[in-house]
């Protein structure tokens, strides 16, 4: 079996969690390599949800060994609250959960810092999860940041600890007349956290790559979507990681070499929670329609996602970045009762037309769409299992969206239940 990653193609929240506990079965890895716990991953088993921040989803699988590879950073606090949560639901991760040593670890100025930062941009926020993400990864381009395996040394925690917190201390009181933290209240509280996590520290890059060796294989989770790659996506609207298939490698240490598929998952539709350019956005009245049909409020943050119709120009840019050869399509349940549903094929601007997306700010903002329009089905999808009994409309909805982005559709989703699935044969 072969090591593959599977990815978001859109602004993240496509479904990743329940594809990723359905693909988890035929993998002995499960394997997240960037972002953090901004990432919610839901999987439904039966009458229970669990959301998934850090966690790879695959820990809901009793066998399955789970990693946190270096290219994510870590809140500790996140990472107990998580394993705490899992306990109480009755999943041990205790021998098959294992964290990079070289994983940097967010601490509680960059939640500080993220929060403070926003609060000042006002019109120009970004619209975080305020988790720390995007401080805690400025560190450690910085090369000022604390690593996992700082934590197990004490002498090299507070050296460290002590010269960003008074770093910190001065740019918190200077831009934001904030008090700032105490060394010993931060250091006592990690040390404490230490405890908890210290059995989970590891070297995964040669755990991995033996893996590989040992034909064992890998499954990679994106968290986010495409369009919030901090390279690939809607600039400066986007996440502080490569959350792209490329991230996939540079985040765990494994060769490209040895990953030899991408998976993307798309909505029958599109979201995004947070701020940026979202050129296919519903107008008020359908928005309402279909974020209330999807439940589409953020796993982490619990704010209204905004949605639009399908932008497949969106889409082939992401199969064309991420490399992706086969598609997941889910919440097509979601559409069922639409009479007509949109499909954009391009952009208009300043005269030209442009059929592949751009990340070019301006034109995404100012652009005319395109679009195709066809015609819904009007049918109940969600008890649906194979392709065949799906409403003829609904098979030429993604006929239409197959042909557009020249890349097969492998699975249908239609609930969030793993039994509401559709395996494309
Ligand atoms: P992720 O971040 O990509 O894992 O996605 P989220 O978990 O943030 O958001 C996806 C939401 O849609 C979750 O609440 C899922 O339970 C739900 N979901 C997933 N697939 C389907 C589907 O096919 N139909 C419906 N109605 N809900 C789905
Ligand atoms: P999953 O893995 C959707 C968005 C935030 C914000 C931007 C930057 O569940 O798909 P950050 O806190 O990362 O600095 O915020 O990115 N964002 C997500 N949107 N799904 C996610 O993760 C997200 N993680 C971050 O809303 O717009
Ligand atoms: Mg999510």
Redesign the pocket.
Known sequence: MANIVVL?AQ???EG?GKVIDIFAKGFTYVVRYQ?GN????TVVIGDEKFILHLIPSGILHEKKICVIGNGVVVDPKALIEEIDKLASGGISVKGRLFVSSSAHVIFPYHRVIDELREKSRKKSK??????G??PCYADKVSRCGIRMMDLLNDDILKEKLEKNIEEKNKILKALYDFEGFSFDGVYRDYIGFREKVKDFICDTTSLLNDAVEKRKPILFEG???TM?DLDYGTYP????SNSTSGGASIGTGVGPTHISKVVGVVKAYTTR????PFPTEFDEDIMEKIRTKGSEFG??TGRPRRCGWFDACLVKYSCMVNGISEIVVTKLDVLDELETIKICTGYKYKGKIYDRFTGDIEILNNCELIYEEVKGWQKDTTGITLLKKLPGNAQNYLKRIQKLLKTKIVLISVGSEREQTITVE
Do not use: M
């Open positions: 978001g602004w993240g929240d990743k972002g901004n990432a919610g991953h970004i619209g975080t999860t305020k988790k993400i995007g968290a986010q979507g919030l609207f986007v996440t502080s929670v947070g701020e940026g796993a982490t």
